[in-house]
């Protein structure tokens, strides 16, 4: 398996940007598909964006295309996820985890997890 910390999470106001990173390590990083999901409190952990193993193809959930865009860097072993015109409505935890099924969107589909990093958009 493949260890997955995060980064970059934040106090932002409404309308601003942020960009999370997620680097991993003790795998072969280029072996993976990577996503980023996000909980809530008191909600279930959901999609937000992923990303195949090149970079090549990424995919959003609705809510957040045009807004967020994924990338990855394969030579440092990360993923960023940037973040823009940001609503209150982002306000999560946001987790990246890795997973060796194309497309996947379900977190059970993902072997593994980070630790999370909060973001916190205020009105």
């Known amino acids: 398996q493949v260890q997955l910390v995060e980064s970059g999470g934040g106090l932002v106001q409404a309308g601003g940007s942020l960009s999370l990173s997620c680097a991993a390590s003790g795998s072969t990083f280029s072996s993976y598909n990577m996503g980023w999901f996000r909980q809530a409190p008191g909600k279930e952990r959901d999609f937000v964006a992923g990303?195949?193993?090149?970079?090549?193809?990424?995919f959003y959930t609705d809510s957040v295309k045009g807004r967020f865009t994924l990338s990855r860097d394969n030579a440092k072993n990360t993923v960023y996820l940037h973040m823009n015109s940001l609503k209150p409505g982002d306000t999560a935890v946001y987790y990246c985890?890795?997973?060796?099924?194309?497309?996947?969107?379900?977190?059970?589909?993902?072997?593994?997890w980070g630790q999370g990093t909060q973001v916190t958009v205020s009105s």
């Open positions: 990303i195949t193993r090149s970079g090549g193809v990424t």
């Open positions: 985890a890795a997973t060796t099924y194309y497309g996947a969107r379900d977190t059970s589909l993902y072997d593994s």
